[in-house]
């Protein structure tokens, strides 16, 4: 956190960390609760950098699997707070297509290079992205994911990375659809 706050400090921008388990996502209270409080941040222009409670979600995920990483995390946050945009930062500049490039737009599954491999340092990994992604876009969220450096100059349309655009996994019925 450390680390984000002096980042942010660069730009004169507040940011603050929210630790959250699925308990707080499943109980109405806390669900209103964190609601409340990103209207809050957003209203203050503070940055939410928002994390597993790992010392009480541990018995909770083994128990209840309720979500298992960080990627689930956030697109249950950005479903929850109604946001317009979720971005994924990761290790590659985006997604990677089938020809090796990353891609700059993503709506079929079909479109990607690889399936089934696990991040090095967690539990995540391309499926974990997939699923949130896909859940996100289709509960009327962007998503956009990028990598380390690649993310700057994202508000002046510079950033490298792959967009996802809400309803992009909806068919006319509002099902969701992977190809």
């Keep these: 956190m450390n680390e984000y706050t002096k980042r942010f400090d660069l730009f004169g921008i507040n940011c603050a960390q929210v630790l959250l388990s699925g308990h707080d996502l499943l109980n109405e ?20 950098i928002v994390n597993e409670n790992d010392v009480v979600a541990t018995e909770e995920l ?4 309720v979500f298992t990483d960080n990627d689930s995390l956030a697109s249950l946050i950005a479903t929850q707070i109604r946001a317009d945009l979720l971005v994924i930062l990761t290790k590659t500049n985006g997604l990677i297509g089938r020809d090796g490039v990353v891609l ?14 696990k991040s ?14 896909i859940n996100a876009s289709s509960k009327g969220c962007d998503v956009f994911v990028s990598g380390k450096g690649s993310f700057c100059g994202f508000s002046s349309g510079l950033a490298k990375g792959t967009m996802t655009r809400k309803n992009s996994f909806l068919d006319k019925g509002g099902s969701i659809k992977i190809p």
């Excluded at 700059?104 to 089934?116: A, D």
Aim: proline letters at 0%; one cysteine or more.
């Design 104 to 117: 700059s737009e993503f709506n079929s599954i079909s479109q990607l290079l690889v399936m089934g491999s």
């Design 29 to 48: 209270t806390c669900s209103s609760n964190i609601k409340n409080t990103f209207d809050f941040f957003f209203q203050n222009n503070i940055v939410a």
């Design 62 to 65: 083994r128990k209840n699997g």
């Design 120 to 133: 090095s340092g967690g539990r995540g990994g391309i499926d974990s992205k997939i699923k949130a992604i």
